[in-house]
Every structure is written in C-alpha cells, then in structure tokens.
C-alpha cells in the first residue's frame, strides 16, 4: 500500500469516526486516515465481547443491548484521547449509537463510507479472516440510519481510491474548526 502524506488538519486535535456498514472499507479507510494524519487507530471491532463476536461469526444479528457496551467502551477510547485526537473505525449505524458517541467525545466527526447492498455482500463474501458472516449484511443495511444531514458528518463514496477519500476528507477537516476551539 503506497503510504499517504499530507499536511495536518487546523487546528486539531480531531476525533474521527470512519462508520458506515460490515464491507464499507472502515478499516481501510481508518488506517489510511490515522497515518495520514498522524493519529492513533482504534479498531471498533477490537473491542466486541466475545459472545457478540459469536453471534456475528453464527449469523446471528446484533441487539441494542449487545451493542451498548461495546458503544461505551468505544466512547471511553474516544474520551482518553481528547487531547491528542484519534480515529475509530466503527459501524455506527444508528443515529443513538452516534450520539452515544458524541456524549463521549464533543466536536466528534464522522465519515460515512457510503456502499450499495450488492457491493457490501461481494466484499463481505470475499473475506477469509474476518468473523462477519455474508448473512448479517442484510441486516446492518436494514439498522442503518443514514447520517447525511447530521452535523460532523461527511459522505464519501466507499468505491473510490483510498488516497483520494483521504484528501477529500483532509480538505474537509481544513474547511471544519472543532467544537469548542
């Protein structure tokens, strides 16, 4: 992967949300991100409890419930780098679940990584490592909860190269002043 370089952000520190459903490129996109930027990655799904990461890997969707503790531990992540900013990678697929995260973490942005149904499925299909079963992608779009319109929020089109969503996303932050700065 060629390594990315750009300027950093004003003013900073940014606390960034790469969200959007199971095969969306978060990962991708967050570690491209994270060094683009030089900030820390945090991997969302580092931080399931292994009985969510059994339901998934079983095909069985994930509740509220389950996802309320892992949403508190991903704000407590966000929280303990407030000073030196971040960027979680995080399906965020409700509007709830963002603003849990937006408690945690004020002046928080998201990138939404926007994908079509059939795009996610032969991504997600197409993965040996990853215990998200095809299954449940029906599912994350059916939870989905678009966060076009929301303040903090930029739409990119998950389908393009890495490099360019990273300096559309870097001109963005150039364009932003975070909350309370």
Known sequence: MQEIYLSSPKPGPWRLVVMGVSGCGKSSMGAALARALGLPLVEGDDFHSPESVSKMRAGTPLTDADRAGWLDRLGQELAAHAG???????????????????VAAPGLRFIFMELTREEAERRVAGRSAH???????ENQFATLESPVGEPGVLAVDATAPIEPLVAQVQAWLNAETPAGR
């Open 131 to 137: 215990f998200f079963a095809t299954s449940l992608v």
């Open 84 to 102: 030196d900013g971040v960027v979680l990678s995080c399906s965020a697929l409700k509007r709830d679940y963002r603003d849990r995260l937006r």
